[in-house]
Structures are given as structure tokens and as C-alpha cells.
């Protein structure tokens, strides 16, 4: 299998405040990927810094090709698609439009409705509600759209920060569910942010555990979900 | 009666003129949430270009064409090295530099072209509208232009991907960098469609009070209270609260004793405290649905 995204030696800036200390890791093509770690540990920083919306240093590789001073939107061009925290939705905007601003940065301008119905398939609900502003559905439905909004890139990686947060525990199940079969039938590798280290492991293949900003802790997802004394040290459960 | 009708249609007339400012206000609000001042002296330097291109002898349209374009880029141009960097700048410090703009386009006008007034032409002619004395032809044209370029920036707003995006760039500028939009060039864009929709403005209204480097003090008071009043996140907005401020001077003056000229302004002003105390988002401003 061969590396989609390579990170090495990232360090990470608030300010004068370091976030992130010299973090490495690398993410396999078609791969469903993993960061877990308490509050504060710089799983969202390290999201923000692998799209440079924040000041960082270090290797960053998609693809074999270095991100480094590429703009925000310009790495998403290239296919790289961020839920971040708090979803991001266009909340003044209607459900389509929402999808449709997903695909903006598009040539292929004539796929765009087809994918539009696909998401439909995927995500029911959308449909029901594509004439309503996105900021009046529930918050289980607003990361349903962010998912399928996306998607909508056709991205080779989507980074996905919290899916969980905030949400019942039978939607969260139902929305990882979603990113399994998105990641095994779309072949969109995936970089999951999760604090619901029980539930990311479960989908996840490969993990890697941050504490304080270093990676302290990496392997095969079932490996560590067996590993008590991990489970018990950086895991809390 | 005929008093009231030829006053409401002479309002409507003048409203025309404050629904193509508001319009403009409206525009570079929505990109970066600050009132423009220097709007209608950018408006009355397109007018100026216009005027200065008819000079040289080239035929109306043409002028009116080219204005359109040059606003368009300067627009954008002024956009770029003014008020790019003051992007992340407090609001103060971005309303100095729209006065500062004020000034310097007002005084390069006056440079160039002195301040005496000058006879702008009009493609529509003045006599009158079908047979009616009630209202010109300029001013018909006038108001069908203002209704044409709404319908133009509805149907490019919400049909084109590009004024999709720009709504999106003005909405949440953080998510839109995130499905890969351009932010800073959106802001630029609406700048560049502000200036040429004030150019369209200037040059609708030049016939009417003449040509001057100060002849747009008023009317951008004016639009400025349209937009208020119309909510300032609504081109529909705009132009129905020009409309209405039009015919709301114009019966004030008729029919309230001892308003007479002098205090239709102040008039204008109240009309944006009232409005804003009452309903701060106007008559179609979207007060913004949030589930809690």
C-alpha cells in the first residue's frame, strides 16, 4: 500500500504558544486513519495545520507532492476535503447549495447534480430537506451534510474533526457506519480526529495516539483497542 | 389626488436613483460588512470617465460600456492595495481609510476636472413618458434600468457558481476557504461589481443634478437610508427601500408644512435612526435562523 499523506517532524504555532512538537506519522491510500487523544492534545492542530490554517513547520506530502505554502483552498484542490470542528456549515444557505458549494472548485461541472442525487441516496434526510437553511437542521443532520458536502469534492482524503461531538450515541453510531462504507465502496481514504476512542477504533485500521502534542503511541486498531494498559494510560476507558 | 399620484410617481423617479446606490452599498457590505463612504464619490469618478470618454467623441453606449468595464477594474484595483491589507484590521481603522478615499477621490476629481457644473447627456431623452406629464423618459429609464440590473444580480446571485460563491465567501469565509474558494478574490469581485454598479448609478443620475465632484453628497445619504431601511443583506432590499425613501421625501416635502427642501435630509437621517431602533434588519434583511 502506498502513502497518500506523509507528516514529519510538524510543529505547530498559536502565538507564541507550540501546539504540536515534532509530530510524524504517515497515512496509507484507501486507509480509514485515526488520531486519538485527550482535550488539548493537538489532534484538531494538527487537521489545521496539515490544510495551513495555522502557522506551522515541518513535512507535509500528498501524494509525494510537499503542501508547504500552498494556500488553504488550494490544498483542498487537490483533494483534500476538511469537516472541521463545528461542521462548517453554510448555515444562511440551503441544504443544495450547501452540496453544490462542496463541489465548487470542480472542472467537471456536469457530474455535479448526479453526485448531488448520490449524496440523496446516501444521506435521505438531505433530500427531505434540500429547499431548507442549513442552519435549521438537527445537529446530527448538519454533520450528515457536512459529510456529504464533503464528499461532494470527490476528495482523495477527507479529514473529519469530532463526527461525534455533540451527537446521540445512535446517530454516532449511524454516522460511522456512513464513513465505513464511504471509505471501503468511494475508496476515499480517511483521517479521523475522535475524543470516542471506542468507536473510532472500531472502524479505524490503523491509529495513532497524541499526547501533548507528540505522537506517543501507533498500530494496528484492533492491536491497541486490546491493549489494556494503553486503553487504561491515553485512552480512558 | 393628482397632487399624491404625481408625487409618488416623481418619488418613484428619484427612488430610482437611491435603489442603484443602495444596491452598490449593498454589495460591498455583503463582502466585507462595512459601509462603504466613498461609494458615491467612486460612483461620481465613473460619471466623470463617462463624460470625459463622450468628450473625446465616443458615442454613448460605448462610454457607457467602457465606464462600466474601467469601474469594474478600479473597483477591484482599490480593493487590492487599500483595503486588502486592512482586511484583519479593526473597523475603525477600515472607516478612516473609506473617509480617506472619500477625500482623495473627491479632490483628484476637482483636479482633473474642476468643479464647475457640467451638462451630462441622457440616451433616454426628457420628453415626456407616454404622453404623461407626470414623469420624463430619462426618469422611466432610469427606473427600468435599476429594475434590470436587480433582476441581473438575482439571477447571477442565485444561478451562477460564482455568485454562489461569493454569497458563501460573505457568509462563513472560513468554511468557504474549505471547499476550496478564493475568499480574497470574492471580496475583490464585489468590490469591482459595487464600483460598476455605482458607475451605472452616477450615470443615471448625472442628467438629473448635473455633473460635479460634490453631486453625490446627497444621494449617497439617501442610499445609504434605502439600504438601511430595505435590510442591509437584501439587493431586493435595496432597491424597494430606494423606492420608498424616493416617495417618503418627496410627500414629506408636499404635504408636511415648513419641510420644503432644506429638511428632506435630515429626514433621510431620522429614517435611518427610526429604522434602526424599530427593526435593525430592515424590511427583507434576513434576521439569520439558528437552531438552539
Known amino acids: 500500500m502506498s502513502v497518500l499523506l506523509s507528516v514529519h517532524d510538524l510543529r505547530a504555532y498559536y502565538g507564541q504558544v507550540q501546539a504540536l512538537h515534532g509530530l510524524s506519522f504517515d497515512l496509507n491510500e484507501g486507509s480509514m486513519t485515526t488520531l486519538l487523544g485527550a482535550n488539548g492534545a493537538g489532534k484538531t492542530t494538527t487537521l489545521r495545520a496539515i490544510c495551513n490554517m495555522v502557522r506551522s513547520t515541518g513535512g507535509i506530502q500528498f501524494e509525494g507532492k510537499p503542501l508547504n505554502g500552498k494556500s488553504t483552498e488550494n490544498i483542498v484542490r487537490l483533494g483534500i476535503a476538511h469537516v472541521p470542528q463545528g461542521r462548517g456549515t453554510f448555515t444562511t444557505l440551503t441544504v443544495e447549495e450547501n452540496l453544490q458549494l462542496g463541489a465548487i472548485s470542480r472542472k467537471d461541472t456536469k457530474a455535479i447534480s448526479s453526485d448531488i442525487e448520490r449524496m440523496y441516496a446516501h444521506f435521505p434526510v438531505l433530500k427531505q430537506r434540500h429547499t431548507q437553511q442549513a442552519g435549521t437542521l438537527s445537529g446530527g443532520e448538519q454533520q450528515m451534510l457536512a459529510v456529504a458536502r464533503a464528499l461532494m469534492l470527490r476528495p482523495r482524503l477527507m479529514l473529519l474533526d469530532e463526527p461525534s461531538f455533540g451527537l446521540a450515541p445512535l446517530i454516532v453510531r449511524d454516522l460511522f457506519n456512513i464513513l465505513g462504507k464511504i471509505n471501503r465502496e468511494d475508496k476515499v481514504s480517511i483521517l479521523v480526529v475522535e475524543q470516542n476512542a471506542q468507536l473510532a477504533l472500531e472502524i479505524a485500521d490503523k491509529a495513532y495516539v497524541i499526547e501533548t502534542g507528540r505522537i506517543v503511541m501507533s498500530g494496528n486498531a484492533k492491536e491497541i483497542a486490546n491493549d489494556e494498559s494503553v486503553r487504561k494510560s491515553y485512552l480512558g476507558y | ?292
Open chain 2, 1 to 292: 389626488m393628482e397632487l399624491f399620484i404625481n408625487q409618488v410617481l416623481a418619488g418613484i423617479a428619484t427612488g430610482a436613483i437611491y435603489a442603484c446606490m443602495a444596491l452598490a452599498i449593498v454589495m460591498i457590505y455583503q463582502a466585507i460588512d462595512h459601509l462603504n463612504f466613498a461609494q458615491g464619490e467612486m460612483a461620481m469618478f465613473s460619471t466623470f470617465i463617462a463624460w470625459q470618454l463622450m468628450q473625446w467623441g465616443v458615442p454613448y453606449w460605448w462610454a457607457f460600456l467602457l465606464t462600466l468595464i474601467i469601474s469594474f477594474a478600479g473597483g477591484i484595483i482599490i480593493e487590492r492595495l487599500l483595503f486588502k491589507p486592512l482586511a484583519k484590521a479593526p473597523v475603525l481603522t477600515n472607516v478612516a481609510g473609506f473617509i480617506a478615499l472619500f477625500a482623495i477621490v473627491n479632490s483628484v476629481a476637482g483636479l482633473i476636472w474642476d468643479f464647475t457644473i457640467k451638462q451630462f447627456p441622457t440616451p433616454f431623452g426628457s420628453s415626456p413618458f407616454l404622453g404623461s406629464q407626470l414623469i420624463s423618459t430619462h426618469q422611466a429609464g432610469m427606473i427600468g434600468v435599476t429594475l434590470g440590473l436587480l433582476v441581473a444580480l438575482f439571477l447571477f446571485f442565485r444561478f451562477t457558481r460564482i455568485g454562489l460563491a461569493m454569497r458563501a465567501a460573505a457568509a462563513m469565509p472560513e468554511s468557504a476557504r474549505l471547499v476550496g474558494i478564493n475568499t480574497s478574490w470574492m471580496v475583490a469581485l464585489g468590490w469591482g461589481m459595487a464600483s460598476a454598479i455605482g458607475a451605472i448609478a452616477g450615470i443615471l443620475i448625472a442628467p438629473v443634478v448635473f455633473l460635479e465632484p460634490n453631486m453625490m453628497l446627497g444621494v449617497l445619504l439617501y442610499g445609504f437610508a434605502a439600504a438601511v431601511l430595505g435590510g442591509l443583506t437584501s439587493p431586493l432590499g435595496a432597491v424597494l427601500g430606494g423606492f420608498l425613501v424616493g416617495i417618503f421625501e418627496n410627500l414629506v416635502g408636499t404635504y408636511i408644512p415648513g419641510v420644503g427642501n432644506e429638511l428632506k435630509l435630515p429626514i433621510a437621517l431620522a429614517l435611518i435612526v427610526i429604522v434602526l431602533v424599530v427593526k435593525p434588519t430592515g424590511l427583507m434583511g434576513r434576521a439569520v435562523v439558528k437552531r438552539v
